[in-house]
């Protein structure tokens, strides 16, 4: 069984930077995609950024050029660096893991940007 654990959520200021993290264990091989959606109250949850193993990117066109996502796959851990934050980005974050088989996710953490 394949678990994913997320971390780094919080409140921040507007202009204030987060780091995600989310960590993955058990058994899989060969993901086709790391990602990170998200979910605002009363919205479908939407694709944040995804990454695969040979680097490629892609990325919602609200975040571009604010986020990044990157991954440690010697760790099976992939990251969200959220800089340049807005209140338009307050959700709950969840990780995302796609395998040739089933696809997991994190159980989400909140991030509230907020003066």
């Known amino acids: 069984q394949v678990q994913l654990v997320e971390s780094g959520g919080g409140l921040v200021q507007p202009g204030g930077s987060l780091r995600l993290s989310c960590v993955a264990s058990?058994?899989?091989?060969?993901?086709?995609?790391m990602a990170w959606y998200r979910q605002a109250p009363g919205k479908k949850r939407e694709l944040v950024a995804a990454?695969?193993?040979?680097?490629?990117?892609d990325y919602a066109d609200s975040v571009k050029g604010r986020f990044a996502i990157s991954e440690d796959s010697a760790k099976n851990t992939w990251y969200l660096q959220m800089n340049s934050l807005i209140p338009e980005d307050t959700a709950v974050y969840y990780c995302?893991?796609?395998?040739?088989?089933?696809?997991?996710w994190g159980q989400g953490t909140q991030v509230t940007v907020s003066s």
């Open positions: 058990g058994n899989f091989f060969s993901p086709y995609s």
């Open positions: 990454i695969t193993l040979s680097g490629s990117t």
């Open positions: 995302f893991l796609g395998l040739r088989g089933p696809n997991y």
